[in-house]
Every structure is written in C-alpha cells, then in structure tokens.
C-alpha cells in the first residue's frame, strides 16, 4: 500500500484488502519498538536473536524474583536491545513500574505487571523526541 512505512498492530482491516498501517515516522518508529520489545528472542524464524527476554522474565512464575531485581533484568534487556536493533534512537529516559511502585504516579497494576515508559530522541529526524508506555503481563 503506497505511503504506509510498516503495519499497524494489531492487525485491522483497511481498504481493497490491505491492513491498517502506520503513515509517518513517529507512529512507525513507535510500532517498532513495542514489536522489538514484546518479541521473544527465537521467535523470528529467519532471525532469532531479534527481541528481548522480556516475555520469558514476566513468565517466570516458579522463579522467585524480586521486583527490584527484575526491573534490573528488564531495564538491560530494554537498553540492549535498542542499542542492537534501533541504533537510530537514542534512549532519554527509562522507567520501570510494579505493583508496588506503580501507586506513587496513580497507576494500577496486578501482580507480575510491569509499566514501561520510555522517552527517546529519533537521531536521523532533526532530534525528534517522542515517547511510548506499555503495561507488559506475563
């Protein structure tokens, strides 16, 4: 479909057939990294190294983590797989939110619920700043 940079998920039927996509950079550069991050590492047939291990670190329900420790793991799994993928963003800021923290800025989250919100600059774009928050359950 002309003029649209990559696919906008979920999946939505749009015109003749084509799904829904994604117009400008910031929505696309957006979509990208909510796929990067919520991609596990393996899943991509051609390229399995792709993706964090985010999803697998929120599953770990017979480990006993601590939050602290898991926003830790988290937080690298994030830095590193930015720095890999995405070298044209650069990370301003990254917070991490549980259960536990998550009260002080009025949020709720259920137990093994993480709140990711991230501000980033676009390098290639004249610095554009942009932001994206995601609530990730195992």
Known sequence: MPGTINYSFPLRKFRKGFFEGNQDTIRAVRENIKILLLTKKGERVVNGGIGTNIPILLGSLFEQIVPAELEVRIRSEI????????????????????????????????TNQVLIRMKYVLKNADQLVDSVQLTLSP
Do not use: F, N, Q
């Not at 797989?81 to 009025?106: C, Q």
């Open 79 to 110: 830095e590193s797989a930015i720095r890999v993928w995405m070298p044209e963003i650069k990370l301003v800021s990254l917070k991490l939110y549980s259960e536990d923290t998550a009260g002080g800025i009025g949020v709720s989250l259920d």
